[in-house]
Nanobody
Framework: VQLQASGGGLVQAGESLTLSCAVS????????MSWYRQAPGKEREVVAI???????TYADSVKGRFTISTDNAENSFYLQMNSLKPEDTAVYFC???????????WGQGTQVTVSS
């Protein structure tokens, strides 16, 4: 199973980006999909979580601005990020977790930089 994250870049505060995570080698029917981020000098933190067809959960810092979604036909999931702030600057990682029944997998990370 491989995850390929893409869509990062350099934007100004207030702008938007959409991150994509393409999953190959498995469907994600039995996984929980998440986006994490890690800023310089900080620990990796969860940003958004979705189970296939299930509820979503967001970190308080991104509620109302970020949206996680899935596309089963594309075997991909996404993170729509609106109203970006400089504090959103981080490397963003996609993750699928089989909950102990199946393995956990990580994408390679994509850099998001928000200038003020």
């Amino acid at each position: 199973v491989q995850l390929q994250a893409s869509g990062g870049g350099l934007v100004q505060a207030g702008e938007s980006l959409t991150l994509s995570c393409a999953v190959s080698g498995s469907t994600f029917d039995d996984y929980i999909m998440s986006w994490y981020r890690q800023a310089p000098g900080k620990e990796r933190e969860v940003v958004a979580i979705i189970s296939n067809g299930g509820p979503t959960t967001y970190a308080d810092s991104v509620k109302g601005r970020f949206t996680i979604s899935t596309d089963n036909a594309e075997n991909s999931f996404y993170l729509q990020m609106n109203s970006l702030k400089p504090e959103d600057t981080a490397v963003y990682f996609c993750n699928i977790d089989g909950g102990g029944v199946l393995n956990e997998y990580w994408g390679q990370g994509t850099q998001v930089t928000v200038s003020s």
